[in-house]
């Protein structure tokens, strides 16, 4: 599988770190980011780790998701 991020989903990640920076320090946003990426990575190995996004079933084109932390990352 390859990952690739779309313009949306890019934006999302710039704003919760820019969001965390402000917030709790560049170290924390830094953090969190890092954590984001690592759970993504996992996908090339098991695509099928995620569970399946119900919102988004209804489309039937395999949307699942992963949770880091407080956020969620929804995948195809």
Do not use: C
Not at 2 to 23: G, V
Not at 45 to 72: D, M, W
């Amino acid at each position: 599988m390859k990952i690739i991020w779309s313009d949306f989903a890019i934006e999302m990640l710039k704003e919760i770190y820019i969001y965390h920076k402000e917030i709790a320090g560049n170290n924390i946003a830094s953090r969190i980011k890092t954590k984001i990426f690592s759970s993504t990575r996992q996908l090339k190995q098991q695509p099928n780790s995620g569970q399946i996004e119900p919102n988004l079933e209804i489309l039937k084109e395999g949307h699942r998701y992963l949770v880091t932390g407080n956020y969620k990352v929804v995948y195809k």
